[in-house]
């Protein structure tokens, strides 16, 4: 039987017992609506399930009055965190005297971290003039450089990214030739092992501190401090990944804070989603 024939009986039997009660009187009367009464209850509590059964609680399988899975948590998926952001690094300049932070993400936790104005350019490293005008950080992020980020996860609501300080020189340290260390056989570096100096009064602005204290490039003194020869070329030396971001979204989802490690130092970062 359908739920509206079930629903028709119902009423149908309550119409007899009303027209039933009203030949009695007195105390068989009261006795009978005492009776209907209990009755049209049990018939209203039908009623009910009727409209219950009709607002989905019958066999439609087409009827979902809610899902099992459990509602999703901001902050414990990558997706959260996927976009652009940008703010600032507190109490912390970097080598362009900026305290911008900048951070791109896609779904996958790949993208990249760049520090400093994004009007800074990045130092040419393709020229190995006797005096550049820029000095390299060995270990620390430097701005005007994109540093690439791989595989960033997501723990207990907060992301962690790292990548590494020393990548960004791999380019720039294969055009240096090795030269051997006379000093330290098989050992080579982009300079010869008899110590240098750099004196922004010299005209020269680089020297070796040999006997004819010879003028030398500035870019192959920068290339010992952060690149790493053999007998056949010089690479980044890079030493793990040495640059490490710990953050935790706020709860709107439009604000991402948390501490940058850069080299030794620890310095608390603020960045709101970029349009």
């Known amino acids: 039987m359908n739920t509206e024939r079930i629903c028709a009986v119902s009423e149908t039997h309550s119409q ?7 030949r009695w009187s007195g105390t068989q009367r009261s006795k009978l609506e005492a009776n209907v009464m209990v009755r049209s209850f049990a018939r209203v509590s039908v009623f009910v399930g009727c409209i219950f059964a009709a607002l989905g609680c019958g066999s439609d399988p087409d009827v979902n009055l809610g899902s099992s899975d459990p509602p999703a948590v901001l902050g414990a998926s990558l997706t959260d965190y996927q976009g652009s952001w940008e703010g600032y690094a507190e109490a912390y300049e970097w080598s362009d005297d900026t305290d911008v ?8 936790g790949n993208g990249v971290l760049e520090v400093g104005s994004p009007d800074s350019p990045a130092p040419n490293l ?28 997501v723990t207990s609501r ?8 020393q990548i960004v020189w791999s380019d720039w340290c294969t055009a240096f030739p090795p030269v051997a260390d006379a000093q330290t ?24 501190l040999d006997a004819d204290q010879t003028p030398i490039s500035c870019a192959q003194v920068y290339c ?9 070329s010089c690479d ?5 990944k040495d640059v490490q971001i710990d ?16 080299g030794s130092e620890r310095i608390t970062i603020r960045m709101q989603r970029a349009p």
């Open 16 to 22: 007899i017992e009303r027209e039933e009660a009203n």
């Open 101 to 108: 932070v900048r951070l791109q993400l896609d779904d996958q």
């Open 126 to 153: 393709t020229s190995h003039s006797t005096k550049p005008d820029w000095k390299p950080l060995p270990n620390l992020l430097n701005a005007g450089f994109t540093y690439p980020i791989e595989g960033a996860t």
């Open 158 to 165: 907060r992301i962690r990214i790292a990548t590494s300080s």
């Open 185 to 208: 056989p098989g050992s080579f570096s982009c300079v010869p092992n008899v110590g240098f100096q750099w004196d922004a009064n010299d005209p020269a602005g680089c020297r070796l």
């Open 224 to 232: 010992s401090q952060v690149c790493a020869c053999t007998e056949t």
């Open 236 to 240: 980044a030396r890079i030493e793990g």
């Open 247 to 262: 953050a935790a979204l706020t709860t709107d989802g439009e604000e991402l804070a948390g501490t940058l490690l850069n």
